[in-house]
């Protein structure tokens, strides 16, 4: 157990709609990151909060939104949802500050399916 | 463009022997490299990781090799076990403002008996 909890670990749902996932970081980590991996790809990196300010951006569309409350845990938002939606969608966090490196731990991920 | 390459999406290796898993990449800039283990329908698990001031970190049966001028990394595992069988992800980081990581594609694990 990594300690990062996400919530739902299941999602199925109709293309245009709205779904969001739910992430708690392990205890005493400030930095949160989400990830996508579609089918057979690796993880790509979406976005990152650091102590509740957004601190860098990847492959992250603009239909996709996050947020990272006082408490520490954060939320992505996907909305107008596409059939290429459908992935695994992985939540880390880690204790860095940014600019310096050090191990993520991931939570269990939240597979959506949009049909 | 894909900057952390792993050329071998699978491999099969008998219980007991060495497994030697590679990563490529292609930004210099990358200071520090991880190596992390996944089951299916779990979240990838960290492993093992080596900064880039070092070429060689152990951490039980698991140790990685760095090639900086080659720009190569590999994690060894020493001996094999059935347990070991998983997908493993190279990934690295090392860009300013954000430590974000670049995941390549995975190698499949397979131990046999």
């Known amino acids: 157990d990594s300690g990062v909890t996400q919530t739902p670990k299941h999602l199925i749902t109709a293309t245009g709609q709205r779904v969001t996932l739910r992430c708690s970081p392990r205890?005493?980590?400030?930095?949160v990151y989400w990830y996508q991996q579609s089918l057979d790809q690796g993880l790509q990196f979406l976005i990152q909060?650091?102590?509740?300010?957004?601190?860098a951006k990847g492959n992250i569309l603009e239909r996709f939104s996050a947020q990272q409350f006082p408490d520490l845990h954060s939320e992505l938002n996907l909305s107008s949802l596409e059939l290429g939606d459908s992935a695994l969608y992985f939540c880390?966090?880690?204790?860095?500050?940014?600019?310096?490196?050090?191990?993520?731990?991931f939570g269990p991920g939240t597979r959506l399916t949009v049909t | 463009d894909q900057q952390v390459k792993q050329n071998s999406p699978s491999l099969s290796v008998q219980e007991g022997r060495i497994s030697i898993l590679n990563c490529d990449y292609t930004?210099?800039?990358?200071?520090?490299f991880l190596w992390y283990k996944k089951y299916p329908a779990e979240g990838p698990t960290f492993l093992i990781s080596?900064?880039?001031?070092?070429d060689k970190n152990e951490d039980g049966r698991f140790t990685v090799f760095l090639n900086k001028s080659a720009k190569h990394l590999s994690l060894h595992i020493v001996p094999s076990q059935p347990g070991d069988s998983a997908v493993y992800f190279c990934?690295?980081?090392?860009?300013?403002?954000?430590?974000?990581?670049?995941f390549g594609t995975g190698t499949r694990l397979q131990v046999f008996p």
């Open positions: 205890s005493g980590d400030l930095s």
């Open positions: 909060y650091y102590n509740g300010e957004e601190r």
């Open positions: 930004n210099s800039m990358f200071d520090y």
């Open positions: 880390a966090s880690s204790v860095a500050p940014s600019g310096l490196s050090y191990e993520q731990y």
């Open positions: 990934a690295a980081s090392g860009f300013r403002n954000t430590d974000k990581l670049i």
């Open positions: 080596i900064s880039s001031i070092k």
